[in-house]
């Protein structure tokens, strides 16, 4: 049986995630942030439940953004991390500390993986790439 503690604080953090993405971001962010609270809250022991969910929920976007070259300019959606910590209340370090946190938890990283947006898979510069007998070569070579 679930801690109504638990859901209730679970539910909580979605809403502070999806007020963000809705603000700042698109439905391709705020999937994969919920996606990320739900697996959170499957864990064994629940990470959230202690701290402040602020401070999740910053890390949250913190995390799934810094996959998804969220602070570069050139990309779209744009935010700064300084919008994420001015918009929950949340220390810059603090913040950075529980991305890491989160990443290192579920083994993120850039190109791929389960909390790449859209985007991200679509301009993916390994999916051009494949082995012929051992050695990677690019698809672009047979094109031309």
Known sequence: ???????????QLLQLVRGFCQEYLDEDYEQLCCKM?????????????????EIWAAGIIHAIGTI?????????????VHNICEY????QS?????????????????FGGEFATQVSEQ??????????????VSDDYFEK
């Open 68 to 80: 998804n070259f969220l602070f570069d300019k050139s990309f779209e959606p744009y935010v700064s």
């Open 37 to 53: 609270v739900e697996k959170l809250g499957r864990k064994r022991t629940v990470p959230f439940m202690s701290g402040k969910l």
């Open 88 to 91: 929950y209340g949340a220390a």
């Open 1 to 11: 049986m679930k801690d109504p503690k638990m859901l209730e604080k679970k539910e």
């Open 123 to 136: 301009n993916n510069p390994f999916n051009k790439l494949f082995s012929v007998n051992g050695i990677i």
């Open 94 to 110: 603090t913040t950075s500390q529980k991305s890491k946190l989160l990443r290192d938890m579920f083994k993120m990283g850039h």
